[in-house]
């Protein structure tokens, strides 16, 4: 395969994630469409690294990794934590975040 298979993968699934966080209002849906966003630019690393020979798109894709996995972890906590008090997890509450 070509490296513009990838690179066309990778921006289908990018617009689907962000079309995901722009259109929904669960916000545990939006964290699915940042984990995917995240997952298509890792594609993007993983294939111009194959095709420029050298491992800094594996090392920038790794770093997405971790940041992604914390992301998870920090968000999630925040998103039970909300819910546990609001019983709501809904991104258009404004004023959830005051009280």
Known sequence: MTITAYLMLASVL???????????????IVFMGIELMLNASNLA???????????DGQLASFF???VAAAEVVVGLAIIVSLFRTRRTVSV????????
Request: aromatic letters at 10%; zero cysteines; proline letters at 0%.
């Open 45 to 55: 690393f993983i294939a111009f690294s194959r095709m420029w020979g050298n491992l």
């Open 64 to 66: 997405v990794m971790v």
């Open 92 to 99: 258009d509450d404004e004023n959830l975040m005051r009280h």
């Open 14 to 28: 990018f617009a689907i994630g962000a079309a995901t966080v722009l259109v929904r209002r669960n916000s545990i």
